[in-house]
Nanobody, 130 residues
Framework: QVQLVESGGGSVQAGGSLRLSCQASTRPYAMGWFRQAPGKEREGVAVITGWGGDDESTYYSDSVKGRFTLIQDKTKQTMFLQMDSLNSDDTAVYYC???????????????????????WGQGSQVTVSS
């Protein structure tokens, strides 16, 4: 079982930056961030799979590519989401996610699909004002 502790978030004006952090209680295989805005579906934002291994890969949604960056502290099993050039569309509750499974049989869930993740953090509110 993986426990996730999130911190960060808050309010910022458009064009500003924020950083979220998430510490896992044990080494995951995949770890990252999802978000959910009011009235919208949950969206995969950024994920790393193959944590610390030779096959490690990073995935970003098109909506944040070039603005958000995942940063790892592998010694502490901590992941940071650096969010730059924020706009009002980024306003949402952000959830840290993790999973220890390398392969999930009988599914074709991609790394940015919520079904792929077993463990979810408590959520952090990010509000961007224009």
């Amino acid at each position: 079982q993986v426990q996730l502790v999130e911190s960060g978030g808050g309010s910022v004006q458009a064009g500003g930056s924020l950083r979220l952090s998430c510490q896992a209680s044990t080494r995951p295989y995949a770890m990252g961030w999802f978000r959910q805005a009011p009235g919208k579906e949950r969206e995969g934002v950024a994920v790393i799979t193959g944590w610390g291994g030779d096959d490690e890969s990073t995935y970003y949604s098109d909506s944040v590519k070039g603005r958000f960056t995942l940063i790892q502290d592998k010694t502490k099993q901590t992941m940071f989401l650096q969010m730059d050039s924020l706009n009002s569309d980024d306003t949402a509750v952000y959830y840290c996610v993790a999973d220890q499974r390398v392969f999930i049989p009988y599914t074709n869930w991609g790394p940015l699909q919520s079904e792929r993740y077993t463990y979810w953090g408590q959520g952090s509110q990010v509000t961007v004002s224009s």
